[in-house]
């Protein structure tokens, strides 16, 4: 049974207040970074210790936030990578969670952290693609069963964008998230938009991913928009949602009867870019989606 | 060893110069990291697949970013010089520092320490960085303050 129509939301970063002031009633829902709330001082040899918020922007959020569902959408704590979990970064993550009343938290299924690091938080300077098979199914389950008893809210798990896929894996990463689903209840946050960036990259094939996923894992939906780079394409957050995109999005989300919410992906220095018109406008679509969604239509993308 | 393949990877990313010794050499990999049959194969495959050029190029952008927003006069005085600076950085802190102020931090007491052991800079971009950097140090301290 289907929950009633998604919501729809932006994934939050300075200028989503301004979007929410000129189109209140476009914004359902906000994807909260936890990362971006906060300073991390790494050693906690700050005064005060290893986190340090950033002033004024939780109490934003708390204003935004009036009459909408708030979700966490963390980067920092790299599940799949093969060294323990920074325990004092999840307490910070479970009491945000807390004080903004996070519905559900969801993370990338993507390696940020590396072993040999000076410091807790020691970045590999972007997300890593996963190793497919037993002993990261492990890892990342253990993981996610201490983070479900400190948040005690849904868990998901984002598909990355992958430029360097891993070979000879034992699952595909469709079939791996289905079994995170079936085995510990933990759902699927779908970025078409990596999708997209895997085809246009040669590396792999939307149709294929999405048939291989079961339908039911997948909670929230993210869209967006990028560019080119040296012959590349990449999830740049700098542009609207591409037409192909649209168009899995309204053939495949139909037969997600747990989506609970479809969110757009800008980064705050294209705002000027894309305009206040243009992200209504795409919000608007997004609507319209979630409503095509709800009524259990499928529409094609003229 | 999973650990040993995620390190490389994450070495690898951080230096094409060590992609380039790799695929010339691939054999390095079992001198340098503790990697099954499985793991060296993968790796030599990403090692050879073209969108490992992407992610090299991703990396120096995101290392570049917290500069390029904290230091931006002083990145555009640099010019050329930029590129080679920012590289021998990379090379001695390979991981990124998450909090902005620190990176910058860390990044102007390299230049710092460059410039006093007889870097040559002109004294024009000399005065946008001790500029730039005395902002950032005021701006970390701020951050310090904020509980």
Same mark, same amino acid.
């Given at each position: 049974m289907?929950h009633?129509?998604a919501?729809?939301?932006l994934?939050?970063?300075?200028?989503?207040?301004s979007?929410?002031?000129?189109?209140?009633?476009?914004?359902?829902?906000?994807?909260?970074?936890?990362?971006?709330?906060?300073?991390d001082?790494?050693?906690g040899?700050?005064?005060?210790?290893? %986190?340090?918020?950033?002033? @004024?922007?939780i $109490?934003?959020? #708390?204003?935004?936030?009036?009459?909408?569902? *708030?979700?966490?959408? /963390?980067?920092?704590?790299?599940?799949?990578?093969?060294?323990?979990l920074?325990?004092?970064?999840?307490?910070e993550v479970?009491?945000?969670?807390?004080?903004?009343?996070?519905e559900?938290?969801s993370e990338?299924?993507?390696?940020f952290?590396?072993?040999?690091?000076?410091?807790?938080?020691?970045q590999?300077?972007?997300?890593?693609p996963?190793?497919?098979d037993?002993?990261? %199914?492990n890892?990342?389950? @253990?993981?996610? $069963?201490?983070l #479900?008893?400190?948040?005690?809210?849904d868990? *998901?798990?984002?598909n /990355?964008?992958?430029?360097?896929p891993?070979?000879?894996t034992?699952?595909?990463?469709?079939?791996f998230l289905?079994?995170l689903?079936?085995?510990?209840?933990?759902g699927?946050?779908l970025?078409?938009?990596?999708l997209?960036?895997?085809?246009?990259?040669?590396?792999?094939s939307?149709?294929?991913?999405?048939e291989?996923?079961?339908?039911?894992c997948?909670?929230?939906?993210?869209?967006?928009g990028?560019?080119?780079?040296?012959?590349?394409?990449?999830?740049s957050?700098?542009?609207?949602?591409?037409?192909?995109?649209?168009?899995?999005?309204?053939?495949?989300a139909?037969?997600?009867?747990?989506?609970?919410?479809?969110?757009?992906?800008?980064h705050?220095s294209?705002f000027?870019?894309?305009?206040?018109?243009?992200i209504?406008?795409?919000?608007?679509r997004?609507?319209?989606?979630?409503?095509?969604?709800a009524?259990?239509?499928?529409?094609?993308?003229? | 060893?999973?650990?040993?393949f995620?390190?490389?990877?994450?070495?690898?990313?951080?230096?094409?110069e060590?992609?380039?010794?790799?695929?010339?050499?691939?054999?390095?990999?079992?001198?340098?990291?503790?990697?099954?049959?499985r793991?060296?194969d993968?790796?030599?495959?990403?090692?050879n697949?073209?969108?490992?050029?992407?992610?090299?190029?991703?990396?120096?952008?995101n290392?570049?970013?917290?500069?390029?927003?904290?230091?931006?006069?002083?990145?555009r005085?640099?010019?050329?010089r930029?590129?080679?600076?920012?590289?021998?950085?990379?090379?001695?802190?390979?991981n990124?520092?998450?909090?902005?102020?620190?990176?910058?931090?860390?990044?102007?007491?390299?230049?710092?320490?460059?410039?006093?052991a007889g870097?040559?800079?002109?004294?024009?971009?000399?005065?946008?960085?001790?500029?730039?950097?005395?902002?950032i140090?005021?701006?970390l301290?701020?951050?310090?303050?904020?509980?």
């Open positions: 289907r009633g129509k919501l729809v939301g994934l939050n970063n300075p200028v989503v207040p979007i929410i002031e000129y189109a209140p009633d476009l914004v359902e829902y906000i994807d909260v970074i936890p990362d971006r709330l906060w300073y001082f790494e050693h040899e700050a005064v005060g210790g290893r %986190f340090h918020r950033v002033v @004024g922007a $109490e934003e959020l #708390k204003q935004c936030s009036n009459g909408r569902v *708030l979700g966490g959408h /963390g980067i920092g704590l790299s599940l799949p990578s093969a060294i323990p920074d325990m004092a970064m999840v307490a479970a009491s945000l969670a807390k004080e903004l009343n996070f559900w938290y990338h299924l993507s390696m952290l590396v072993s040999h690091g000076s410091v807790p938080n020691s590999a300077g972007l997300g890593l996963v190793t497919y037993e002993e990261s %199914f890892i990342i389950s @253990g993981k996610l $069963e201490v #479900k008893r400190s948040l005690a809210c868990l *998901l798990l984002e /990355g964008a992958v430029f360097t891993v070979p000879d034992d699952f595909s990463e469709p079939e289905n079994r689903y079936s085995e510990l209840n933990c699927t946050l970025d078409l938009h990596n997209y960036v895997g085809l246009l990259n040669g590396v792999l939307p149709r294929e991913y999405l291989q996923l079961n339908p039911d997948v909670r929230e939906i993210h869209l967006a990028g560019d080119e780079l040296a012959g590349f394409y990449t999830d957050h700098s542009g609207l949602t591409p037409r192909d995109v649209w168009s899995w999005a309204y053939e495949f139909p037969r997600f009867k747990n989506l609970r919410a479809v969110v757009f992906e800008f705050e294209y000027e870019k894309l305009g206040l018109n243009g209504a406008a795409e919000l608007e997004m609507h319209e989606l979630a409503e095509t969604v009524s259990g239509a499928q529409m094609h993308v003229n | 060893m999973l650990i040993e995620q390190q490389a990877l994450a070495d690898l990313v951080a230096a094409p060590f992609c380039r010794q790799i695929r010339a050499n691939p054999c390095q990999l079992r001198q340098r990291y503790n990697l099954s049959h793991e060296y993968r790796i030599v495959a990403m090692v697949h073209k969108g490992m050029a992407l992610n090299c190029m991703l990396y120096r952008a290392r570049l970013a917290p500069l390029a927003l904290n230091l931006p006069r002083f990145c005085a640099m010019g050329p930029l590129g080679p600076l920012l590289s021998e950085y990379s090379v001695l802190h390979p990124t520092r998450v909090h902005f102020y620190l990176e910058c931090e860390r990044f102007g007491r390299f230049v710092q320490g460059k410039i006093s870097y040559d800079v002109e004294p024009r971009v000399k005065a946008i960085f001790e500029e730039e950097f005395s902002k140090k005021l701006g301290f701020a951050t310090y303050a904020a509980i």
